[in-house]
């Protein structure tokens, strides 16, 4: 079945660590995009992507980084200069027609230690 | 700029009452217009989504939404709530900047919907 896969589903982090979220899709989806999951507060678009080798930053880019070198995939790094990476992740992707909505992962759990 | 307003972060119903999820939206040009369920953490689910056409769209689960351009709204409705409709529950409207059919979608702040036997 055709989905999107979030690896792994809980990551902890130490101060000072970047660590890389997993997201790989096989609905054959041109856009892709990362949210931050915070309790009362939403989604908060960090970085979205229409087509490959393309990227753009969302409302909380500050201390994320992506890259979009395939289609199926696109990782998220939390580097060290996001101060508060405590969260829930999601990732989504959509073809590029607007209407049809997007489709969801599983989220990852990151948790700083 | 697009915005989604959900009101109330918390609504608590008994089992078998009507569920009334409000969300109103702001937006210069027709939306697109979606409500997503989210269980405890999991992803977003498609509940239901309104483009074009019949303002009534009915979703999985027997939840149903209107809507109305008149009240840029997009209530998210059920006429029993059961147990298992626990969860949260994000209203989302299309980011129409880019124009036409592209772009992405603009979230609500979600709310939680309890249900008590």
């Known amino acids: 079945d055709g989905g999107i896969t979030q690896s792994p589903k809980y990551l902890f982090r130490k101060e000072g660590q970047n660590v890389t979220l997993s997201c790989e899709q096989n609905l054959n989806h041109d856009a892709m995009y990362w949210y931050r999951q915070d309790p009362g507060q939403g989604l908060r678009l960090i970085y979205y992507?229409?087509?490959?080798?393309?990227?753009q930053k969302g409302d909380i880019a500050e201390g994320y980084s992506v890259s979009r070198e395939k289609k199926e995939s696109f990782p998220l790094t939390v580097t060290s200069a996001q101060k508060n990476p405590t969260a829930f992740y999601l990732c989504a992707s959509s073809i590029r027609r607007i209407n049809y909505g997007y489709t969801f992962g599983s989220g990852t759990r990151l948790t700083v230690v | 700029a697009q915005s989604v307003t959900q009101l109330g972060s918390h609504v608590s119903v008994s089992e078998g009452a009507l569920v009334l999820l409000r969300c109103n939206y702001s937006s210069s040009v027709p939306p697109y217009l979606f409500w997503y369920v989210q269980y405890p953490n999991q992803g977003l689910q498609l509940l239901l989504k309104y483009t074009t056409g019949a303002t009534l769209v009915k979703g999985i689960n027997g939840f149903e939404a209107e809507f109305k351009k008149s009240e840029t709204s997009f209530h998210l409705t059920k006429p029993s709530a059961h147990m298992s409709d626990a969860a949260e529950y994000f209203c989302a409207v299309s980011d129409q900047r880019y124009g036409g059919s592209q772009g992405n979608l603009i979230f609500g702040k979600g709310t939680k919907l309890s249900v008590k036997p």
């Open positions: 992507s229409q087509i490959v080798n393309d990227f």
